[in-house]
């Protein structure tokens, strides 16, 4: 039995319309125009507000098993629910164990089961002395692998050589598959004498040239692997921007992301001992951040993703607030579509296009475009209702996630979520709240 999902504001083919969405079985099965709702039996009227298609968040630390009091996947997986987040891609790394082996995948799975109020994909994880492992969980439907060329934080995912890096890629290469890297290196540091409770004494401790050494390494043993696509996480300098952009023009698989508060919060806006703020690499300057702006634009960097990345408060230790012995990390998922749009719509961007960064693409980063991150027929029928110009500020009440720790608390958005579908039932309304969870764990192999 079909229902329909009528709007005069629908996203479809990268427009705004008015539209009518017919849902069976979970899947958009057709698209009128206007409104025209013959046969359905059940009908969901959202005009006055945008029908989006859900946000596919593909960096997410849900920490579940082994750091279930930092986050898990039932209340991750609701944060993502609230604020129209409809697949959330899970990291390898901070749960224990790390989803580095089969065995520890299957760890994984039994642990998110049951407990998802939205779909769940997986990441792998490349460390060293995993190599054998990867093409039997690219077989089990991880969506690609993450590594890390610096120290990651825990020790059970240690960080890979170059070597190591080029060994994963020439075992990769030709599968399915895409292969990550937290794209910063060691680099000497020049000794900084400001107080450790000062942004600027954090901030000189990771500098751009973390990241650009790091890019020139990626981008080296790409022209060596051009059959093992590649993709940056979480770029945050401006100087590492032409690296990648002069790869891309060089025709090297390379992609990026960047990150919500990457775009949004700036240097010198952070007060001392605000180390909720801090994460690696940090977040920079005024300047900096208009330069991944227009990165943005360009295409140059294609996707912008959470990296919702919670800690207990003792681990953040706001009361100390020494930058460098805080847990790296910022907490804000669910909170992404409002804030990106807040930014975006004051530099002049589309909501079409926010969303193209939020939902198509990191559908298409992590191997689910044309099923996930779009309303079109045949896609599941993941949907966000938004009213981009209803405004809000961030409370406690929409820290939906474990720990409410967040430098996003009261910031001053526009654009409310007022309801989440995912493969057509809702999964959460700003009026009746959660409904019990019926996410699904994403597990296809991928076919590109
Ligand atoms: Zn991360």
């Known amino acids: 039995m079909a229902s329909a999902f009528v709007s005069d504001k629908v996203l479809v083919d990268g427009l705004i319309r008015p539209a009518t969405v017919l ?43 082994g750091r279930t009091e930092w986050e898990g996947f039932a209340t991750g997986t609701r944060a993502a629910a609230s604020g129209g987040v409809t697949t959330v891609i899970d990291m390898p790394l901070n749960a224990i164990p790390p989803t580095t082996t089969e065995a520890n995948l299957d760890t994984k799975l039994a642990a998110a089961r049951g407990q998802c ?10 460390v060293p002395g995993n190599r054998g492992d990867l093409r039997a969980l690219v077989a ?10 610096i120290e990651s934080g825990v020790d059970e995912f240690p960080a890979v050589s170059p070597a190591d890096m080029d060994a994963a890629m020439a075992e990769l290469a030709g599968e399915p598959t895409l292969l990550m890297f937290h794209a910063e290196m060691d680099q000497p540091v020049a000794a900084c004498a400001a107080a450790p409770t000062t942004y600027e004494s954090f901030l000189r401790s990771r500098p751009d040239t973390f990241e650009t050494s790091a890019l020139a390494t990626i981008a080296e043993l790409s022209a060596k692997h051009p059959a093992t696509p590649l993709h940056v996480v979480h770029l945050s300098s401006a100087e590492a921007v032409p690296i990648l952009r002069d790869a891309q023009a060089a025709g090297l698989p390379i992609s990026a992301e960047t990150c919500f508060h990457y775009l949004y919060f700036r240097a010198e806006d952070i007060p001392d001992k605000g180390t909720h703020y801090k994460c690696c690499p940090p977040i920079r300057s005024t300047a900096n951040q208009d330069v991944l702006w227009d990165a943005l634009a360009a295409g140059v960097i294609q996707t912008v993703v959470s990296d919702h990345s919670p800690c207990t408060p003792e681990l953040k230790d706001l009361a100390t607030g020494d930058f460098h012995k805080s847990w790296g990390g910022v907490s804000g998922l669910g909170l992404g579509l409002p804030i990106l749009w807040t930014e975006a719509r004051k530099r002049g961007f589309s909501l079409a296009q926010v969303s193209a960064w939020t939902a198509a693409n990191t559908a298409k980063q992590v191997g689910l475009a044309g099923r996930k991150g779009t309303i079109a027929v045949g896609a599941d029928a993941d949907f966000v209702v938004f009213d981009e110009n209803k405004p809000f500020v961030v409370g406690r009440e929409n820290l939906v996630f474990k720990n409410k720790i967040s430098p996003y608390e009261g910031a001053e958005l526009t654009g409310t979520v007022e309801a989440t579908f995912v493969r057509g039932r809702e999964v959460y309304s700003a009026a009746a709240g959660f409904a019990a969870p019926a996410g699904e764990l994403i597990l296809e192999r991928r076919t590109a």
């Open 140 to 149: 089990r439907g991880v969506r690609g692998f993450k590594g890390f060329m």
């Open 117 to 126: 109020h939205v779909d769940v994909g997986f990441w792998g994880g490349l």
């Open 23 to 65: 849902v069976a079985a979970g899947v958009v099965t057709a698209i009128r125009p206007g409104v025209d709702t013959a046969g359905a039996a059940v009908v969901h009227d959202f005009s006055g507000r945008t029908l989006l298609p859900g946000l596919v968040d593909a960096h997410v630390h849900l920490n579940e098993p």
